[in-house]
Each structure stands twice: as C-alpha cells, then as structure tokens.
C-alpha cells in the first residue's frame, strides 16, 4: 500500500551559488555525499539532486524538511540505483507511520535536478 509520494526539484544554478558560501555543503549534506558530489564537474548537480531528494521525502510524508531535519538520511548512489540511509530516529518514524519501503529516482538535466520518492507499507 503506498503511504506516501513526493515530488521536488532544484535548480542547479542556485544550488552552484549556494555551495560558493563555503560552509553550506558541510551543514547539509554528509561527508559520503560531499565525496561522492565532489567526483567530476557536476558537484552542483549532484548536490542539487541529494537536496530534492530529501524535500521529496519530507513532502511524501507530510512532515516538511524542517521537521525531519537536514541529518534524518543521506542520500547514497550504489550500483543499481540512489537510496536513502536513514538515521535511527528517522527509522523509527518510518515505523510509527507503517512504512517499511522507500523508493527514490533522482536525475538532473537542462539545469534542474529532480527526485521522486514513494512510501510504501503494508
């Protein structure tokens, strides 16, 4: 049964400006994600991608980013596709609201980054 669906994009120019105040990627996203945005020429692409991910997720469980909080998960890129690595807290949420899976796609093109997020539970 889904729970939950979210949507969000992100301009990667306004992420590009953002990451030029020197100390925004350190508060919002985790050094795995700093890391792996920092590979190549698209370090704001990546980053703007990792952002919308976590709006989405906020919009998909009708929490808003504020309430989750920036450190509630972090967004990895494995071999078969993104996932959400969650903290303990935010896992627990999940679980008080019956979710037990959480897809996400993410892409980013012509200057937007986008992500799709869909919570599911029994």
Not at 36 to 44: E, I, P, Q
Not at 89 to 111: D, M, Q, Y
């Amino acid at each position: 049964m889904i729970r939950g669906i979210g949507i969000d994009l992100c301009d990667i120019e306004r992420m590009r400006k953002m990451l030029e105040r020197g100390t925004f990627a350190k508060r919002v996203f985790s050094a795995e994600e700093i890391e792996y945005a920092g590979k190549g020429g698209l370090a704001a692409a990546h980053f703007a991608a990792a952002f919308a991910a976590r709006e989405a997720l906020a919009k998909a469980g009708g929490w808003g980013l504020a309430s989750i909080g920036l450190d509630a998960c972090i967004v990895r890129r494995t071999e078969s596709g993104p996932v959400f690595v969650f903290s303990e807290a935010f896992k627990r949420r999940l679980e008080e609201r019956g979710v037990n899976n959480v897809f996400l796609s993410i892409t980013h093109e012509a200057g937007v980054a986008a992500a799709v997020v869909v919570l599911e539970g029994d």
